[in-house]
């Protein structure tokens, strides 16, 4: 008998398999499919995106050829010991103990990167720990054995008569009795499964059931109905927004407070700064100022990605300039701002006559014979061309392919946004009464990018390192006063030092509308 409740009490492990999607070669845009089934050959694809798409179909033709999760198995997860879930919270430090429950499920995990998915027949209290777990399929509930059942069965391999004993069962502490008739236990039908509670989700996470305090798991749950609630709006609307983002980050503080998960606070944090940005653009958008105490900038570019994409195309422009000096970096600045999404656009003769460029032709002559820059025609044609017959230019420096997607992730109607806002700083109406060169226009483009909310420059209001302005304004340390005297006098600067380390001062009021913060 002991040998057949050994073999009855065995469980076979859940299943898993695995399907990754890996770079043939370093450099190389093609991509290899591989299924951790024996029987399943290696694919090579010739992209990402390709690769990707055959890797899902292959774990679909896995999923719908393959049986039902089995309600036995044993949770492949807790075979694993959980170790992909459950870490230890310090080094020294044993993980804390988990126990598998509820029904088994088969469940997809993948990284959110998308570079491989995992299949585990495992119970569905370890999928929910996972956030980025799918459940496909769930394991039918098996009935519960009646009083008695277990009785019977022991009892058939001891007769093969097809009644049952009339004699009920002696116990030796109690006297023999006279033998009562004892009827067969009439099995009771299964009780029904009560339906726990749907799960909530938020930010790609299971809320779990037993989450308490029972508050802190309504308030996730109704989080994330808001937020795909919010994603299903016409319009966006950004004071909504940022008060989603500070209710998510105080729950989830509080969740990680809970559950001394590590990757909780950072979510936290991460919405506390989500928070932050929302309120700010929303602030932006109605004309008032953050701190309530006045009317608000309106800004030329009104959102923090724009001034992060602006501050991205300059720093572009001072790692990959293909000439040197001021006139060149200027001439470049325009260009790229005016090709950056897709590596080409229309030029005309005024944007380079408005720009205070020493000799344009020869500059253009320069930057198209070492290939840095393509157009139609001539450079004399370039020159005299017209709004009308606009001249086609090309930089393929920053022509997107399959390889390489471009310098830049901003998309269409970004970058005239971007080209007209370089172009009210570069052409700005005291800077051109004033004759300014390009180095000072350069400085200016550098101001505007550099300073704060209230106009202070640099970070807090700290200054601005000089030797980063003197690199990117190509000119000589000592050329670098001159040019801030120049700004004070049209207006741009107030309170301005130069030192041997930094620039400090502040932008005026007037010149405000034109400045990118650094929030």
């Known amino acids: ?86 870490r230890p919270v310090g080094p020294r430090e044993r993980p804390a103990p988990w126990r598998c429950g509820g029904a088994v499920v088969l469940a997809v995990v993948t990284d959110r990167e998308g570079r491989w998915w995992r299949v585990m027949e495992c119970c569905s209290r370890c999928a929910a720990a996972h956030p980025t777990a799918k459940i496909v399929a769930t394991a039918p509930v098996p009935e519960r054995p009646g009083p008695g059942d277990g009785f019977r069965a022991a009892a058939a391999p001891a007769s093969t008569a097809s009644t049952v004993s009339a004699v009920g069962p002696h116990f030796s502490h109690s006297a023999p009795a006279a033998a009562v008739p004892q009827q067969a236990p009439v099995r009771r039908s299964a009780r029904p499964v009560r339906q726990r509670a749907r799960r909530g989700r938020i930010a790609q996470r299971f809320v779990p059931h037993d989450l308490r305090p029972v508050a802190l798991r309504d308030e996730l749950a109704e989080l994330g109905e808001l937020f795909r609630a919010y994603q299903q ?17 105080k ?81 470049v600045v325009m260009l790229t701002l005016r090709t950056a999404q897709s590596g080409v656009g229309n030029f005309v003769g005024q944007d380079i006559k408005g720009l205070p460029l020493r000799d344009p032709e020869h500059l253009v002559g320069q930057l198209v014979e070492c290939g840095w820059l393509g157009i139609d025609g001539t450079v004399d044609e370039l020159i ?40 009210r700083v570069v052409g700005e109406k005291k800077l051109r009464k004033a004759k300014t060169p390009a180095e000072v226009r350069l400085l200016a483009l550098a101001l505007a990018t550099g300073a704060g909310a209230d106009g202070r420059l640099g970070t807090q209001g700290q200054g601005i390192a000089r030797e980063a302005l003197v690199s990117w304004c190509a000119i000589e340390s000592g050329e670098l006063p001159e040019l801030v005297e120049r700004l004070t006098s049209a207006d741009w600067l107030a309170e301005a030092d130069v030192t041997d380390a930094l620039l400090t001062g502040r932008l005026t009021e007037r010149v405000l509308p034109l400045s990118c913060p650094m929030v």
């Open 384 to 423: 005299a061309s017209r709004p009308e017959n606009p001249t086609r230019i090309s930089v393929p420096s920053l022509t997107p392919d399959e390889s390489d997607p471009g310098p830049f992730t901003f998309g269409r109607k970004m970058r005239p946004k971007l080209s007209g806002w370089a172009q």
């Open 233 to 249: 709006r016409d319009e966006p609307d950004l004071a909504v927004l940022a008060d989603l983002h500070a209710r998510k980050a």
């Open 1 to 86: 008998m002991g040998v057949e409740a050994h073999a009855t009490n065995e469980r076979v492990t859940g299943r898993t398999w695995t399907v990754r999607l890996d770079p043939v070669g370093r450099g190389r845009a093609d991509v290899r499919v591989s299924c951790s089934r024996p029987a399943c050959a290696v694919q090579a694809l010739p992209s990402a995106g390709v690769g990707r798409t055959a890797a899902v179909e292959h774990l679909k033709a896995h999923l719908r050829a393959g049986p039902a999760p089995r309600p036995s198995v044993y949770c492949a997860c807790r075979a694993e010991e959980c170790h992909t879930h459950i």
């Open 251 to 331: 729950a989830f503080f509080a969740w990680a407070e809970v559950t001394a998960d590590t990757g909780l606070r950072l979510d936290a944090q991460r919405a506390e700064q989500a928070a932050a940005t929302a309120r700010l653009q929303h602030l932006h958008r109605i004309g008032e100022a953050p701190d309530g105490s006045g009317p608000a900038v309106a800004r030329l570019l009104t959102a923090t990605a724009q001034w992060d994409h602006a501050r991205a195309v300059l720093t572009h422009v001072a790692d990959h300039a293909p000439l040197p000096g001021p006139d060149a970096r200027l001439l």
